[in-house]
Structure formats: structure tokens, C-alpha cells
């Protein structure tokens, strides 16, 4: 989903029905999910108040979920090289 989110330059409705777009397809197993600006991939923790977070129940049960970034309620477990200011 990050590469998705650079593909549009931090555009979140496009982002948000590109992905819905593909996961709705049908042709898809996994869902690979990580977050940034929509500048580059750096794996910025993923906020509560992400587009997506109120999919994230149905996909788990109906896909391979995986995780790049950590949602910010593990920010703990965030690489200390990789604070950007969101650690609280």
C-alpha cells in the first residue's frame, strides 16, 4: 500500500481507490502494508486515523496480512535510527 501512496504523491482518496480497486479485483492473496508522505518508502509508523484502519479486521480474515510499518501503538519497538518526531 505504501508504493501505492508514492505512486500518487501522498494523494490519499487516490490512493484509497487504487487499493480498493485492486483488493476488490479478486486477484489478490496478500495485503503488504506500510506507510509514508507519499514522498518515499520509509516506512513511517502507520497513525490510528489511517484511511485503511477500518478495513483491517476484514482483510485479516480474508487475506495474508503483513506489516512493513508498525501501527503507532508499537511505536516502542520503533527503530530509535528511524524517530521522526512521532514518539510520545
Request: with cysteine.
Amino acid at each position: 500500500m505504501s508504493h501505492v501512496n508514492i505512486w500518487h504523491g501522498g494523494n490519499s482518496q487516490a490512493t484509497r481507490e487504487t487499493c480498493l480497486n485492486l483488493i476488490n479485483s479478486g486477484s489478490v492473496g496478500a495485503i503488504h502494508l506500510s506507510h509514508n508522505k507519499g514522498k518515499a518508502d520509509t516506512h513511517d509508523l502507520i497513525p490510528e486515523e489511517i484511511w485503511f484502519n477500518e478495513y483491517l479486521a476484514e482483510w485479516n480474515q480474508n487475506y495474508y496480512l503483513t506489516y512493513e510499518s508498525l501501527p503507532i501503538e508499537y511505536r516502542v519497538y520503533e527503530r530509535l535510527d528511524k524517530y521522526r518526531g512521532q514518539l510520545k
